[in-house]
């Protein structure tokens, strides 16, 4: 058995759970220490029984929580040597003991007991970003958020998925039309940005398969959209699709600063 559950997923604050009956990690601790806790506690885990927090970029509504959870609980922390090295030197975290810190490489399988994790590299205007996928007894977890654009070196990635937690972060015509700055608009909409949640479902259309049972939308902005636009969507272009795997799959959009509901496989 595998399970996903977005703790809480927005541009304000993320951390993901993903784990089996035996391993339990978060994928960011981009939240209070507090937050973390209530929401461990509604899936009846512990934060002590974390086995790792595996990062995907410097930015602070992906890490502003870590260096609490790494303190109080002696948590190992998993993450690229380049983001490490600013995380450390931002102060965004406070002091974080270095023996908990684990180097990975992007493409480059390592294991937490009975999860195989594989991060790969993504467009963001981060310094070393990645996103993960997990594998356990030939099933499959991927969560791939925070992404500019995508290719077919993301699709391969993301091929073969159960569950897919993908990012569906702003609608267009809501960005291009609201109160955010030039500049914000121009980075959101870039390469290095987000994905709109148009971008999302063209990503989703390309790796559906009869495996993919599950999609769960998240990362979605506070300002510049809104649950049933990005589900609306998002469905919208998987219909566009016309695949035959469509019937066959639940799409979920996760709360952005509550716990979702898990999803197990």
């Given amino acids: 058995m595998m399970r996903i559950c977005s703790i809480a997923s927005s541009s304000s604050g993320n951390c993901i759970y993903v784990g089996t009956e035996s ?8 939240i209070s220490g507090k937050k973390l806790k ?15 927090i595996l990062v995907t970029h410097e930015h602070s509504d992906h890490i502003k929580g870590l260096g609490v959870a790494a303190r109080k609980y002696s948590i190992p922390i998993y993450s690229t040597a380049r983001t490490w090295e600013r995380i450390i030197s931002s102060g965004l975290t406070g002091a974080i003991d ?5 180097e990975i490489t992007p493409d480059t399988d390592f294991r937490i007991k009975d999860l195989v994790i594989h991060p790969f590299t993504t467009s963001h205007d981060a310094v070393q970003p990645v996103c993960y996928t997990f594998t356990c007894n030939l099933k499959k977890i991927s969560v791939a958020t925070d992404l500019g654009c995508f290719d077919s070196y993301i699709t391969e990635k993301l091929k073969d998925s159960n569950i897919l937690f993908i990012e569906a972060n702003h609608d267009i015509d809501m960005l291009q039309n609201g109160l955010y700055p030039y500049y914000l608009k121009k980075r959101i909409l870039g390469d290095k ?15 559906m398969s009869k495996k993919l049972q599950y999609v769960m939308l998240g990362h979605l902005s506070r300002e ?7 589900y609306n969507s998002v469905l919208e272009e998987l219909i566009a699709a016309d695949s035959e795997h469509l019937p066959g799959i639940r799409l979920i959009v996760s709360e952005r600063e509550e716990i979702t509901e898990p999803v197990t496989i």
């Fill in 23 to 30: 391993t339990h990690v978060l994928i960011d601790t981009g």
């Fill in 38 to 52: 209530a929401g461990l506690g509604i899936i009846n885990l512990d934060p002590c029984g974390i086995d790792a």
């Fill in 98 to 102: 270095e023996k908990l810190f684990h």
């Fill in 193 to 207: 940005g987000h994905l709109s949640n148009r971008m999302s479902g063209r990503l989703i259309s390309e790796v």
């Fill in 224 to 230: 510049n959209n809104l649950p049933e636009i990005a």
